[in-house]
């Protein structure tokens, strides 16, 4: 647990992963790309609770949804949810080792990415099958180092 975040780290971290989310990727590789906002949601979520929750993480993914040039919400709602599971089992978590954390990362994720699925399908999407959980199970993959480099960060400039 974080007993002091760094608000630059944390602005810097939130900064880059929306342009993470909408750079250009190889176009091969598109469906890997991980969920950069949703780990970010996850991390800050999961580390300070008290100063970042459901309603911070409802206003990244609006911000999100403009960006993409989606429809309002999808992503606003996505993240919320991310946000609220996390609150929801943040001290259980703590306890968690690190490859626990990794599968709760690629569960709360694979549901951010099954929810915005649905929704898009709902509004006339044409992609099918489960090729949308690849970057739930690229996140967790890069949890861990995610993890370690933030907390270093956020210690040495916290």
């Known amino acids: 647990m974080l007993s002091v975040i760094s608000y630059p780290v944390f602005g810097f971290s939130i900064i880059l992963s929306l342009v993470l989310s909408v750079s250009l ?13 949703g780990l970010m949601v996850f991390y800050w979520t999961f580390r300070a609770p008290a100063q970042f929750g459901i309603l911070l993480a ?3 993914g609006l911000l999100l949804d403009v960006l993409e040039a989606t429809p309002l919400g999808v992503n606003a709602l996505a993240m ?10 943040h001290q259980r978590l703590r306890m968690f080792p690190m490859p ?9 994720l694979g549901i951010n990415q099954m929810l915005v699925h649905f929704i898009k399908q ?32 956020n210690r040495k400039l916290g």
């Open 25 to 37: 990727f190889p176009v091969d590789y598109f469906e890997l790309r991980p969920e950069w906002l």
């Open 58 to 60: 409802w206003c990244l």
């Open 80 to 89: 919320g949810l991310i946000a609220f599971l996390v609150l929801t089992v």
């Open 100 to 108: 626990q954390q990794c599968l709760m990362v690629f569960l709360l």
């Open 122 to 153: 709902t509004l006339g999407a044409d992609n099918t099958g489960f090729e949308y959980l690849w970057p739930a199970l690229t996140g967790a993959l890069i949890w861990p180092v995610l993890c370690v480099l933030l907390d270093n960060l």
